[in-house]
């Protein structure tokens, strides 16, 4: 199947830094990469979903000038996470597309820790 | 605003026994529904995908099936092993615009040997 890769796998910074956070796919190209935050024993909840070439579109209540979304190719979304702070501490999955099947393929995820 | 519950929240069960994981929706109009296994600390794995058009879904030991008039979904899982410990997720894709997927908190599940 499909692969999406992200860097890194975890991450430790402290409060007020800024984290970059990398989502691939590997062997195939997606115009649109979605990306997911899980908090402990929580649902996954979509923040964004990412375009290429293009502004990526935000989920209500998620603020776009803290999460900022890059897809400047059709195998790479970047998530950056500007001034974190404790409470942005979780875990952040992306997922691809391969079209035109409608499966989408997850990547492995990155723990965030913000100290 | 759709919801996606899954029940029972953990289950606990002997190598070899058969089993059904729960999902429910709250609105119909769906496109699609994906069972996800999720390993700790890891991403999700695709296992199976229904369409709404769709009754059921198998891939070896996994039978999933769907009854989207009333909003729920099944996965059952035979003969289960110890590999099969995991959270298995399951989600929604609503209807319109968005690729977006509506997911539950899971069901973690431990086969014991």
């Known amino acids: 199947g499909a692969v999406v890769s992200q860097h890194p796998s975890r991450v430790i910074c402290k409060s007020g830094t800024s984290v970059k956070i990398e989502c691939r796919s590997l062997d195939f190209q997606a115009t649109t990469m979605f990306w997911y935050r899980q908090f402990p024993k929580q649902s996954l909840m979509l923040m964004a979903t990412s375009n290429e070439g293009s502004k990526a579109t935000y989920e209500q209540g998620v603020e776009k000038d803290k999460f900022l979304i890059n897809h400047a190719s059709l195998t790479l979304s970047t998530l950056t996470v500007t001034s974190a702070h404790p409470e942005d501490s979780s875990f952040y999955i992306c997922s691809a597309r391969l079209q035109p099947i409608v499966r989408l393929f997850f990547g492995p995820g990155t723990r965030l820790t913000v100290l | 605003k759709q919801e996606v519950t899954q029940i029972p929240a953990a289950l606990s069960v002997p190598e070899g026994e058969n089993l059904v994981l729960n999902c429910s929706f709250t609105?119909?109009?769906?496109?699609?529904l994906q069972w996800f296994r999720q390993d700790p600390g890891k991403g999700l794995t695709s296992l199976l995908l229904?369409?709404?058009?769709?009754r059921e879904q198998t891939s070896g030991r996994l039978n999933a099936s769907l009854d989207k008039s009333s909003g729920r979904s099944t996965l059952y899982i035979a003969a289960s092993q110890p590999g099969d410990s995991a959270t298995y997720l399951c989600a929604v894709r609503p209807k319109g615009g968005s690729e977006k997927l509506v997911f539950g908190k899971g069901t973690k599940l431990t086969v014991n040997p």
């Open positions: 229904i369409q709404s058009s769709q």
């Open positions: 609105d119909s109009a769906i496109y699609n």
